[in-house]
C-alpha cells in the first residue's frame, strides 16, 4: 500500500460515513446534499486510485462521474425545487471542503503526472468536479428559479 492508496481509502471513510449518514438519516434537504457530494467524494477517491494503482482508466471514470454527478444532482433540484424551497439546505461548508478537497487532489496529482495528454485529462476532471460541485450546490440552496414542482 503506498501513499496514494492510503490517501484514498482515508478520503473514502470519512466521505463514506458522512454521505451514508446523511442519505440514512434526517429531511429532503440533508438527503439531497449528501446526494451531490457523494460524487465530490468519489471522484477524487478514484483519481487518487488511478494514481495509487497505476491505472488511467479510472480517470476516465472520474471524468465521466464528473460530467454525470451535477447532472443528476440538477435534475433533484427541478424535481424537487418546491420542497427544497420550503426547507432549503444548509451545508454550505461540506460544499466548500469537498470542493477543497478536489482542489487539493488534482493538483497534487497534476505535479506527479507532469506535461502531457494525462495532466489535461486531470485538469479537465478537477474543473468540472469543482464547478460543477458549486453549480449543483448552488441549485440546491436556492432552488432554480421558475421551475415549477413538476
Known amino acids: 500500500m503506498n501513499g496514494w492508496i492510503l490517501t484514498a481509502s482515508c478520503v473514502l471513510a470519512a466521505g463514506l460515513g458522512a454521505v451514508l ?3 440514512t438519516t434526517g429531511p429532503l434537504r440533508r438527503r439531497a ?9 468519489a471522484c477524487p477517491v478514484l483519481l487518487l486510485l488511478a494514481q495509487g494503482y497505476h491505472r488511467p482508466s479510472y480517470v476516465d471514470l472520474a471524468l465521466l462521474l ?12 427541478r424535481l424537487l425545487a418546491a420542497e427544497l424551497a ?3 439546505p444548509r451545508a454550505r461548508t461540506a460544499t466548500w471542503v469537498c470542493a477543497g478537497l478536489g482542489a ?8 506527479v503526472t507532469g506535461p502531457g495528454r494525462a495532466m489535461v ?3 479537465v476532471v478537477g474543473a468540472l468536479l469543482i464547478g460543477g460541485n458549486l ?5 440546491l440552496y436556492g432552488g ?4 415549477g414542482g413538476g
Do not use: M, Y
Request: a positive charge.
Open 21 to 23: 449518514w446523511g442519505v
Open 33 to 41: 446534499v449528501a446526494q451531490n457530494l457523494s460524487t465530490a467524494v
Open 66 to 77: 464528473a460530467l454525470l454527478g451535477p447532472v443528476g444532482t440538477l435534475v433533484f433540484a
Open 86 to 88: 420550503e426547507d432549503p
Open 104 to 111: 487539493l487532489v488534482v493538483p497534487a496529482l497534476c505535479a
Open 121 to 123: 485529462k486531470l485538469l
Open 135 to 139: 453549480i449543483a450546490s448552488r441549485a
Open 144 to 147: 432554480l428559479k421558475g421551475a
